[in-house]
């Protein structure tokens, strides 16, 4: 009796699995037994096709039993195949007698290993082939070769095998990198469908890896049942919900993590299987595919709340100081940006941004304006909010909180998650409470009510005191500016002829003299086109700035560098630009103009281009010196047009040519760039067109032969940068009355826009323009505010704010102004970059011109008047209030 099994290889009582790994081949198992018997025949098998994917591997076992065996003890097979486009052509596949069995359309496939049998033992062999294609496809028969001289029965046995196609998709949009923060939570989407037309299943799987090329270990998966089982590992995180996977919709599977742990971090990615059930009604995966991986970095939580300080006195009341502390600390905190608030009952009181701007709650911002809140970060850990003089209304549970700030390559920030100090309380009693003064009634003698059109100057009390005879000689006394009726001396002198040539900068200055009042300026121009005078651009008495609006597109500035000087800057002076220019000087006194004086002088653009007729043709040169022999060079024209310049032609070191993006194919066409003698470049430009007018430049590149035979760029001295920081301030002159408040603005632009530009600001301060400057109050390029210190400026610097309300305004406030306050005060803006190494770089350096702040204290008679008597509960207390009079 002779029986031949057919048969994908897998576990069975009756079959020896051939594989050592479940998926490393799709398993089947088709079974064919043939009986033949001397009084009869008897056969029985299975249905099938073997659906498999195309580039899948295929594995069929062929068993023999029931022949006698051989002097060598093994049998040999053969395997043939019939191809549905040619049903009745058996070709030869492979053999395990002789190497020469294959057809030409395998034979390349067996040699190379793609295509194989092997014994298993004498009576079985297991065909494999590598990776399917879809020429594959066939009825394939074993074989078993007879050697023996008697005929036992049947000796083949055949299976039909699908090759189909592998339509399965797995896709994830997670990024490519993650970073998230230890006890996070992170989801994650996958998408995976497949067209298999034949019925299939899915599993499904999250994987996590040590890196991107280690093969991972399952989080959590869904079987082709829909079972959900957690890896081993994470089977407690799966119990108690912080890891999940849903599935939503037809093809989405959501992970959720929540908690992130360290050990959660490394190379995350998707995968999905396609099952197929098989005749035998067993379930083989078919096809398997895995998304993109994420790296996923989790970092360690810090607590950088470091503490919080509450600085009083032991009993703390209404009027006296409330200092509030903050640390932040962390590793690399100088690589780091924080913003930090204050908090009293829930309820923000202020804020430091990551780069020093101070932003105020609404319910202190007019104590704010007032001076009575001070907050900014004194030093690289510590934050300071000084509440002076608090208020009942101040007391509450005060909370630091502070937020990590991330800046990213647009130099915007992301703020991350915050973290609270401890909460701490903080009483305030009511004056009277103290034993101390409580103003309950309040006689002055004598009242000198006839004063009521003088003003009161208070002089240098103690800080008390001073506050004292302020707040009583408001009752009676009103403050009038007295300017009186002084005749002007304003002059202003201009220079008569100015030329520049075409495309450089033009500079007019405009002189004043006898200035008495606030100044503004117009700056006109008369074109020979029109003879009445327009205005180009303003600036007014406060410093500000405006153009007209027929300059709105102009590169235009004006500018007042000295207090007795006026300066109009047109940055590419073109030939429409002649003509008569006038400087008109105002003077103003309390808010109405009081006199104007006019300087006019003729500008004369000299022309540096080419004069050409419409469709010449028109040839520019460009000359190259080097002593350098066997060079190449690259050529770059650029044309110039309203301040910018763009590429209309390269020319590269092999003479290839490339236009710029914006150049039209009509002007293509009508350029050409030649190599001469020199060498020299020229650029030639066909048929000249009015749109061709512009400012023409080439920009060199050379390129050396080294001793190795390769070409490299020459190195090139780079040009000193020119810094494109600028500064716009307040009015050079500012004259105020003493105790009014003075606030003097430094406003920055610059055309780097770098996220990793920063600015420090450093306002000066000197007694006249000779004496040296003293500084007042920095802020550096980290937010630190610092007041440097100086003794013969310590009591303006306790009176200064100094105030960012935007990224690029520095705005230095002074309460309530001296006389010993006049002088020059000056604002310096450094820039500073992080280089490649993470190190702050000093790139410019800009002081604004100075500004003269004049407080007003002439025609003064210093007479002390009164004594201020103030009656609280049973005391009895004076005060000495000196005020002078102003006529």
């Not at 479940?22 to 098998?45: D, H, I």
């Not at 996070?184 to 899915?202: A, I, K, P, Y």
């Not at 081993?232 to 992970?255: C, H, N, Q, S």
């Amino acid at each position: 009796m002779l029986d031949i099994y057919l048969s994908v290889p897998k576990y069975s009582h009756r079959h020896i699995p051939i594989l050592t790994s479940p998926f490393s081949f799709n398993y089947f198992f088709f079974y064919v037994m043939l009986q033949k018997c001397v009084t009869g025949r008897n056969e029985a098998g299975q249905a099938g096709p073997l659906y498999r994917v195309e580039g899948s591997p295929l594995s069929i076992s062929c068993s023999v039993s029931g022949l006698p065996p051989l002097p060598d003890g093994r049998n040999n097979f053969e395997f043939r195949v019939k191809k549905p486009s040619k049903p009745n052509l058996v070709s030869h596949v492979i053999s395990t007698e002789s190497s020469d069995f294959a057809y030409a359309a395998y034979g390349q496939r067996v040699k190379a290993g793609e295509i194989m049998v092997e014994h298993v033992d004498q009576n079985s062999v297991l065909f494999k082939i590598l990776r399917l294609e879809k020429t594959d496809e066939g009825e394939y028969e074993c074989a078993v070769i007879n050697t023996r001289g008697t005929f036992y029965g049947t000796y083949s046995a055949m299976t039909t095998v699908k090759v189909i196609d592998n339509s399965l998709s797995v896709s994830s949009p997670a990024p490519a990198s993650l970073t998230q923060t230890e006890g996070d939570s992170v989801d994650f989407t996958c998408e995976v469908s497949s067209n298999t037309v034949q019925h299939t299943h899915l599993s499904f799987a999250w994987f996590l890896g040590a890196n991107t090329e280690a093969a991972g270990r399952p989080l959590i998966s869904m079987d082709k049942d829909f079972r959900l089982i957690p890896g081993p590992g994470f089977e407690e995180r799966y119990k108690a919900g912080l890891i999940r996977l849903d599935k939503i919709g037809e093809v989405t599977y959501k992970l959720k993590m929540s908690h992130l742990e360290l050990s959660d971090q490394g190379a995350l990615y998707c995968e999905a299987q396609e099952w197929i059930q098989d005749p035998d009604r067993t379930w083989y995966s078919i096809a398997k595919k895995a998304a993109e991986k994420t790296i996923l970095t989790v970092k360690p939580k810090v607590s950088y709340m470091k503490q919080l300080n509450i600085l009083t006195p032991q009993k703390l009341f209404e009027g006296q100081r409330l200092t509030v502390s903050c640390a932040v600390d962390t590793q690399n905190l100088k690589e780091k940006f924080f913003s930090l608030a204050w908090l009293r009952g829930g309820v923000e009181l202020a804020r430091v941004g990551p780069t020093g701007v101070l932003t105020v709650g609404p319910d202190y911002s007019s104590r704010e304006r007032e001076g009575e809140l001070r907050a900014a970060r004194i030093g690289e850990r510590d934050y300071s909010l000084i509440l002076q003089p608090v208020r009942t209304s101040d007391q509450g549970a005060y909370v630091c909180r502070a937020w990590p700030e991330e800046r990213s390559s647009t130099g915007d920030f992301t703020q991350g998650a915050y973290q609270d100090s401890a909460p701490h309380a903080v009483a305030i009693s009511a004056t009277g409470q103290s034993g101390r003064t409580k103003q309950t009634a309040i006689t002055m003698f004598p009242i000198v009510s006839f004063y009521t059109q003088r003003e009161i100057r208070l002089q240098r009390l103690s800080e008390s005191n001073r506050e004292t005879c302020r707040r009583m000689s408001q009752l009676f006394f009103f403050v009038r500016w007295p300017w009186g009726h002084l005749e002007s001396g304003l002059q202003v002198e201009m220079a008569n002829n100015k030329s520049v040539k075409e495309g450089n900068k033009l500079e007019l200055s405009c002189r004043v003299s006898g200035v008495t009042g606030q100044l503004s300026v117009t700056w006109q121009r008369q074109s020979a086109s029109n003879p009445s005078f327009s205005d180009l651009i303003r600036l007014d008495q406060d410093g500000v700035m405006a153009k007209a609006e027929g300059s709105l597109d102009v590169s235009v500035r004006a500018l007042r560098p000295a207090p007795d000087l006026f300066s109009l800057e047109l940055e590419e002076a073109t030939q429409a630009d002649d003509g008569v220019y006038q400087c008109v000087v105002s003077e103003w006194k309390t808010n109405n103009k009081a006199s104007s004086q006019v300087a006019t002088s003729t500008v004369s653009v000299t022309s540096l281009g080419i004069v050409a007729n419409t469709n010449a043709d028109i040839e520019l040169k460009c000359s190259v010196s080097s002593s350098l022999l066997m060079s190449r060079y690259a050529v770059t024209w650029l044309l110039g047009k309203q301040a910018e310049n763009k590429m209309i032609v390269r020319s590269d070191q092999d003479a290839f040519l490339t236009f710029g993006p914006e150049v039209e194919p009509s002007l293509r066409q009508r350029l050409s760039v030649t190599r001469t003698e020199g060498p020299s470049f020229i650029l030639t430009i066909r048929n000249a067109r009015s749109s061709d007018i512009g400012v023409y430049m080439c920009e060199v590149v050379q390129w050396q032969l080294d001793t190795s035979q390769q070409w490299h760029q020459f190195p090139l001295s780079p040009k000193a940068h020119t810094s494109d920081l600028h500064l716009n301030t307040t009015a050079p002159v500012l004259t105020v009355k003493e105790g009014d408040d003075v606030e003097l603005t430094c406003s920055l632009f610059s055309e780097v826009n770098s996220p990793s530009v920063f600015y420090k600001v450093i306002w000066l301060y000197s007694e006249h323009i000779e004496s040296g400057k003293i500084p007042l109050v920095e802020l550096d390029h980290t937010g630190l505010l610092t007041y440097p210190t100086h003794e013969e400026v310590l009591y303006l610097q306790e009176r200064l704010r100094l105030e960012r309300s935007t990224q690029s305004s520095f705005n230095l406030g002074i309460r309530t102004v001296h006389e010993e306050d006049s002088g020059m005060y000056v604002c310096r803006v450094e820039q500073y970059q992080l280089d490649r190494d993470g190190q702050w770089q000093q790139k410019a350096s800009k002081e604004m011109s100075p500004v003269l702040l004049q407080v007003n204290v002439t025609g003064m008679i210093n007479v002390k008047i009164f004594s201020l008597t103030y009656l609280h509960y049973s005391h009895v207390e004076s005060v000495d209030c000196v005020y002078d009079t102003v006529y």
